[in-house]
């Protein structure tokens, strides 16, 4: 399933409830299609990710730039 776009209007103008549900029991960690970063849409995963401070670290810097901005 692709990366939903949130920056996209459109998405939430059709109530995306579904979709990001879909979404989150399908994809738990996703590849953002630009490449930049990470997606971790649920709850549960995030919870166990912060949990675990060796492996998800940002302790080498962020680099993600600017996003392409719509809204």
Do not use: N
């Not at 692709?2 to 399908?26: C, G, I, K, M, T």
């Not at 549960?44 to 730039?65: A, F, N, Q, R, W």
């Amino acid at each position: 399933m692709p990366v939903p776009d949130v920056h996209d209007p459109q998405l939430w103008l059709r109530e995306p409830d579904a979709e990001l549900a879909e979404f989150r029991r399908s994809c738990p960690v996703a590849r953002h299609p630009d490449g930049r970063f990470w997606v971790v849409p649920g709850h549960h995963e995030i919870s166990e990710m912060s949990k675990d401070p060796e492996t998800y670290s940002s302790s080498k810097g962020v680099l993600i730039g600017d996003l392409k901005r719509t809204v």
